[in-house]
C-alpha cells in the first residue's frame, strides 16, 4: 500500500499539439479505492498510464509516497494492472497466467504455488488453475485477470475499464467482487471508467475529468449531492440547471426569481459570489423534483410534454414557462398524459447552485 500524489502532471502529444491531460493535482489515499470518471477523451487513461509508467508526464511529477516516480520504467513501480481486454495469455493455463509476474521476478517453486492458489481463491476460482483460458466465461478471465495484478502484491493496482466487455448483469456482479477483494488487500486503487453508476458503487472519492482537467474530486455523494459545476451537475446522474436571475443573496445561500415570479432560494457553496444582478445556474436532480395539482400550494405550473415508464420509476418532461424540465416519479396523478397541466414543486433543500 501506498499514498499515490500527481503534482500539475500534463501529458501533451506531439501530433496533436493540445494536452491530453492539463495540469492535474490528484492525492489518492493509501489503501483508498479511487476512481476517475468522465467521458471518452477526457484524459482520464492517460493519467493512469502515466501513473503505471507506460507514459512519462510532459510536466509535473508523479510520487508513490515519498519516492518520485515520475521518470521510472514500469516494471520498476511495483504495480499491478488489470487491462480493458485483460491480456490474458489464451496458450498457458489459468495457473500460468496469474503466475506469469511472479515468474518475471523469480519467485518460484512452492512458494510460487501458495501465492497462485491463495490469488485465485481470493477471486473465487479455487481449483480452476489447469483450465484453458478459452474454457472461462468473460467473467471468470476478468477475475482470472485480477488475481494476476495482485499475486505480485503491487503497491498500486491501477484498473482500466476492466468491466466494459461485459454484460450489464455480470458488470454488477464483478464489481461487487472487485470491491470486495479490494478491501480485504486493502491496496491503493486507481480505476478508470465512463460509467457513472460503477464508479458511484465502487469508489471512496471521485475525480470526475473533462477536457484532459479534474472538474471535482469528492465522495460520491458528495459530487452527487453537491456538484461543482454545470458538467458535473449533468454527467453524474441526470440533473436540471436552471439559469434564473438572483433577487437576494447570502454566504451559503442565493434567492433567484423562478418562473410565476415565485422566489426560490438555493444553497450554494462558500465563496460564490453572486450578487443582485448576476444570472445563478441552479441544479436539481429529476427525482427530487414533486408533481402536484396544478394549484397545489408553492407549486409552478407546468405542461406536460412526454411520460416515460422505466420500471421503478416514471420519467416525466414538463414544460416550466419554457424550460425544459426532466421529473422522475414513483407514483404520479391518476390519469396524466402529454398536454396536461400539472404543479411543480422545486424543494428549497434540493436546490444547488453550481458555476458554469
Not at 444570472?279 to 429529476?286: D, E, I, Q, W, Y
Request: net charge neutral; charged share 20%.
Amino acid at each position: 500500500m501506498v499514498e499515490v500524489r500527481l503534482d500539475a502532471v500534463s501529458k501533451v502529444f506531439a501530433r496533436s499539439g493540445d494536452p491530453a491531460v492539463d495540469k492535474v493535482d490528484l492525492t489518492i489515499r493509501d489503501g483508498e479505492f479511487f476512481t476517475l470518471l468522465g467521458p471518452s477523451g477526457c484524459g482520464k487513461t492517460t493519467t493512469l498510464r502515466m501513473v503505471a509508467g507506460f507514459y512519462f508526464p510532459s510536466s509535473g511529477r508523479i510520487f508513490f509516497g515519498s519516492d518520485d516516480v515520475t521518470r521510472q520504467a514500469p516494471n520498476k513501480r511495483d504495480t499491478g494492472m488489470v487491462f480493458q481486454n485483460y491480456a490474458l495469455f489464451p496458450h498457458l493455463s489459468v495457473a500460468q497466467n496469474v503466475g506469469y509476474g511472479l515468474r518475471t521476478r523469480k519467485v518460484r517453486g512452492t512458494e510460487a504455488k501458495r501465492r497462485i492458489d491463495e490469488a485465485l481463491e481470493q477471486v473465487h476460482l479455487a481449483g480452476y488453475g489447469s483450465r484453458r483460458i478459452d474454457q472461462l466465461s468473460g467473467g471468470q478471465q476478468q477475475r482470472v485477470a485480477l488475481a494476476r495484478a495482485l499475486v505480485i502484491r503491487p503497491r498500486t493496482l491501477l484498473l482500466d475499464e476492466p468491466l466494459s466487455n461485459l454484460d450489464a448483469k455480470l458488470r454488477e456482479e464483478t464489481r461487487l467482487e472487485i470491491r470486495r477483494i479490494q478491501r480485504e488487500a486493502s491496496t491503493t486503487s486507481i480505476y478508470v471508467t465512463h460509467d457513472q453508476a460503477e464508479a458511484m458503487a465502487m469508489s471512496d472519492r471521485i475525480a470526475v475529468m473533462s477536457g484532459g482537467t479534474v472538474q471535482q474530486v469528492g465522495a460520491p455523494e458528495e459530487i452527487y449531492r453537491r456538484p461543482a459545476n454545470r458538467f458535473v451537475a449533468t454527467f453524474i446522474g441526470r440533473s436540471n440547471v436552471l439559469s434564473l436571475p438572483v433577487v437576494g443573496a447570502g454566504p451559503e445561500h442565493v434567492d433567484v426569481a423562478g418562473p410565476d415570479g415565485v422566489t426560490l432560494r438555493a444553497a450554494a457553496p462558500e465563496g460564490h459570489g453572486l450578487g443582485e444582478t448576476a444570472t445563478a445556474l441552479v441544479s436539481v436532480r429529476p427525482e427530487h423534483v414533486r408533481l402536484t395539482g396544478p394549484d397545489a400550494a408553492g407549486a409552478l405550473r407546468a405542461t406536460v410534454v412526454e411520460t416515460e415508464f422505466t420500471g421503478m420509476s416514471t420519467h416525466v418532461s414538463v414544460d416550466l414557462a419554457g424550460t425544459p424540465l426532466h421529473v422522475a416519479a414513483v407514483q404520479l396523478p391518476a390519469g396524466l398524459s402529454s398536454g396536461d397541466t400539472v404543479g411543480v414543486v422545486l424543494p428549497p433543500e434540493h436546490l444547488w447552485v453550481v458555476r458554469p
